[in-house]
C-alpha cells in the first residue's frame, strides 16, 4: 500500500496558489473571456409566463435585425412551459445589442395557464397544478424506526419546533455558459463546467455526434457550487447557434438568468419533535417536513442530487424515528445539487431543536452534542473549538445580556463524505528538466493546479513553480466531475502515483540512483532529445472519506431594530491529509460567508400573482458583503494518517445553523425562518405592527 | 437598450430646449442607464450635462450654502466644511450605495432617482407606475414598501439626500420653463404623494440646478438601517435638524425615508418638538405623531419598530 512521504515540505504548506499571479493580473482566461476568431454573441428568449401554451414562436424579425447570424427554437411545435425564465429561443449575433433587439422582435402566441409559486399555496388541492398527471404534493416518503409513540411518552423532556428555510441561489460570480465553435470537424467548447466529461458526453448526446468529435475545455473557471455539471439547455443552444452562424458562439448567462432556469437549493419547512431521557440522551424524533424543488428536482444537471429531501435527524442517532418527507411542486426553475445538497438544511432544523432541548434541560449546548453525536472526531472538535471560541465564558442564559444589543453564541455541527477515486494522470518530462503534468479534472478556483503542483514538488523534490500544470481538456487523461467535496482526494493519488512513476522511470534511465532535486536536471539530459512519458492513476490508501466538523458563532443582535451582526466564526474541521493549506482555508472562508449569507440574506422571491423571480439581481437577492464578514478562525484537525478526504462542502454546513442558534441565544426567542431578517427577529420580539386591517382583506 | 441621440448642453436653458418632451438628463447615469438597460426607460435623447458651468461646485455664504446639481455624493461625504456644518447631509451621504456609486452618483440624479420597487423595476412586470392596471405589491410582497401613501402606489422614494436635506430645510433650485424657480423637499416630491406613475414633481425637461442650505446654527444627524453592514438600501431612514440651546429644542424638524412615496415629514410632530427637553416621554411622543397614520402592509409592519429606534437615535444624536 502506498503512503504519503513522511517529510512534506510542500504538502500541507501555505504555498501560494500557482495561478495567483495570471488570475491577479487577468492573464488568466476563463471561458467567458475565450474570443476565438470571428466568435458572435448568443442570447436567449425565455417564457415571461409562469406557465403557458405556447402555439406558436416567429423568429422571421429577429433574423432580420442587422447583425443577426442564426436564430433558433429551443424545441419545435407546441409546447407547455412551466415557469418563468424557461429557454424558448436563441439568437447569435456580432453584438450584445443586436442579439437584444432580436429577443425583443420574436412573437411568441402563448396561451396563459394557471400556476402556482409558493410551496404552502401549491400544498392546497384547489390550487393550479404544476404538472396535469400529478398532485403538487408528492407522497411523503416514511422512515421509521422503533416505537416513537411510546418512546415520546418515556422521555423527560419533549421540545417542538417549525423551521423554514429558502429557496437559496447558487449565484457563481462567473454565470453558466459556454463558447462553442462547431465546424465539419467537430465541435470545441470552452465551457464554465465543474465536469468537462459530463459537458462533453451531454453535448454528444444532445446533439447526435461522436464524442470523439466534442472537445471540452475548462482552463480557469470561477465557481459553481453544484449547479454546473451537464452543458445546460443554454450550451446545447450555443452549439447549434455556432452550427447554423457557422462561427464560434458565446453565450453566458445574464445574472437575471442566473436566478432562472440553471438550479437552486430546494427551500423546507420542517416540523420537528424530540425528546431526551432525564441523562440527556435522545431517545425519540419526528420530523414531518416539505419544501420545494421547482418543478422537479435536477433538471438538466448531471450533478444529481437537488430533491426536497434531507437527511434526518442528521448527525445524531437517535433509537425512536419518524421521519416523513414530502416534496411540493411549484412553478419555478429546477433545484440542482448545491454545496453539500440537503445538509444544510438538515443541519439548521435538527441542531435548533437541539438548542431547545438543550435550554429546557438547562444543559449547556455543547455538552448536549458531546453526549449525543456518535462522531468521536466531532466530540474532539468540540472540545477543541469550545476552548478556543472560549465557549464557557461566553455561553448565558438565553437573553441574558444586558442593554438593547444583546450578545449569544451557538454552535453546530456537521458531516460530509468526500472521498474520490478514479483520476488518471500522464507527464511528460523533458531532457531540458522542465515538466508538464496532464489530468482531466478541472479547477473551479478550488485549488486543483495548485494541489497537483505541490504533491509533484515533493516527490520530485522541485520547487512548486517548476511544476506546468494542465488541467481541463477532454484530451488529457480522465478524472471526473469536480462534486461531492471528491476532487482532490480522486486527483491528489494519481499525482502521487504518476510522480513515483516518473521518479522511478527516469531513475532507470537515466542510469542515476537518486534523480530527485538537485540530480533532476542532470537526470533529465541523460534523456536524449525524447520527452519521457509517463501515466499514472489513482491508488488506494492515499485518501479516504468521511469529514466531520463544527462551528462556533457569536453574533451581536439589536433588539430596537432586529439587525444581525456575525462577529465570530470558530471553525474546526477535520480533512485528513491538507495538501494545501492556502487554499484549503480558502475553502473553509468561502464555505463559512456563503453559510451565513443562508442564515441572514439569501432567498429567493416569488410574486405569486405574476410567477416572476422578484429579486433576479445583487440588488435584493443579498449576498454577503465585506463589512458583513466577521473575524474567522479555523482549526484544521491534522490528521495526515487518513490521507486525503475534501472539505470544499462539509465547512458551509452548519454555519447557519450555528448563528440562528447564537441569535436564539441572544435574543431568548428563536427566529424559526432563514434567513434571519430584521423584520424576522422584530416579530419573534413582538414589535412588529401587524397588518390593518381594511389592507387583509386584500391579501 | 433602446438607440438614443446623444447630445451636450452648454447651458441650462439649452439643456431644456434638447430634452424637448421625451429626452433625458445624463449626468452620472447611476439610476438612468440601469433603467435604461432594463426597457423601463426609453429617452429619445440623451442630454449630458456633465460640462454645464457652475453645477459642479459647493459654495458657501454666511446664510446660505450651495451645492450644484453635478456635485457627487463622494465629494458631499469628503467635504470637511459640510461635515461641521451638516453632519446629517454628510452621513446621509455617506450610506448611499458603494463608493464606486458615489464617486459617480450626483445630488441631482440622487434627488430625482426613480423608484427601486421590485415591481416597478421588473422588465416583465408592468405596474401600476410603469402606467399598468395595478400595484402589485398591495398584493403580493410588500416588505420594502410604504407605510404612509396617498393613492394606490406603495413604492417608497429612496434618496437619502432627500431625507437629510428635507430636515435641514433645504430648497432645491429647477429650472422650470425659463427661468430657475425654488422649491421646498416637500414640493419636489408632493406629486408622488397623489400621483402614482409620478417619482417626484419634476416635469419632462425640469433640470435640477442646485441645492440650498440655508445656515441656521442646527445640529443634524441622520441614520438609516438596511438588512446588510453596507451597500445596501435602507430598510428605514430618519434625518432630523434642530437649533440645541441646552437641552431643548427649536426649530426642529424629522424627516423619515423609504416610509412613503415622499420624504415623510409630519408639520404637528415638528411643532411638538418646539421648545422641549428631549426626554424619553418627549421623543415616543414625538415618533408617535409621526407614524400615527401609518399604514401597514402585510409585509411591513417590522418597518414601525425600527422608524422609532431611528426616530430616538437620531433626536439623541442631536442632544450629544
Redesign the interface.
Known sequence: MPSWPENRVHIGSHAKRIDAPAKVTGAAKYSSDVQPDGWLYGMILRS?WAKAKITKINLDKASKVPGIKAAILDREGERTVRY?GEELAAVAGTSK?AC?DAL?SIDVEAKELPFVVHEDDAKDESSARVWDDHPNLSKPRVREQGEVDKAFSECATVVEGFFTTPVQLHHPLETHGNTISWTDEGLTAWSSTQGIGSVQDGLANNLKLQQNRVRVISEFMGGGFGAKFGPGVEGSLAARLSQAAKAPVKLMLTR?DEALAVGNRPSSFQKIKLGATSDGKLHAFELESYGTAGIGSGGSSEGGGGGAEFPAPYIYKVPNIRVKQAGVTINAGSARAFRAPGHPTASFGMESIMDELAAKMSIDPVELRIKNDPSEVRQKEYRLGAERFGWKEKYKKAGSSAGPIKTGVGCAGATWGGGGKGTKAEASINPDGSIEIRCGTQDLGTGSKTVIALIAADILGLKPEQILVRVGDTRYPPSGGSGGSTTTASVAPAIYDLCTKALDELQKQSGMENARGENWAAACKKLGVNPLTVSGQWQEGLSSSGAGGVQFAEVDVDT????V?VKKITCVQDGGLIVSKLTCESQVNGGILMGIGYA??EER?M????G?V??PNF??Y?L?????IPEIDIVLLDMPERGVIGIGEPVTIPTAAAVANAVANALGVRVGGLPI???RV??VLG??????ED??E?? | ?KAFQYVTATSPASARELAGGDGRFLAGGMDLLSEMKE?ITQPKTLVNIKSLPGLNQIESSPSTWSIGANVTIAEIEDHPELKKVFPGLQQAAAEVGSRQIRNLGTVGGNLAQHS?C??YR????LCLKKGGDMC?A????N??HSLFTGNTCISPVVSNLAVALGALGANVIVQKAEKPQSMTIAELYAEAWHNPEAHNSLEPGDLILKVELPVRQQRSAYLQ?S???????A?VSCAAAAKVDGNKLSQARIVLGVVSNVPYQVEAANKFLEGKELDDATIAKAADLLLEK?????????K???AR??IRRVLLQLKA
Open positions: 415571461k418563468y445589442q437584444l425583443r437575471f430596537e431594530t432586529g439587525f451582526k441572514l440574506y422571491v410574486d405569486k400573482t405574476s416572476v422578484l429579486n440588488e435584493t443579498k454577503v458583503g465585506l463589512s458583513d431578517t430584521p423584520a422584530l416579530e414589535k412588529t405592527k401587524t397588518t390593518s389592507s387583509k386584500k391579501v | 437598450m426597457y427601486r421590485w415591481y421588473h422588465r416583465d412586470v402589485y398591495r398584493h403580493g410582497d416588505r420594502y438601517m438588512q446588510k453592514s453596507d451597500f445596501d438600501w430598510l401609518a399604514h401597514v402592509q402585510p409585509f411591513n409592519g417590522y414601525i419598530p425600527i429606534t431611528l
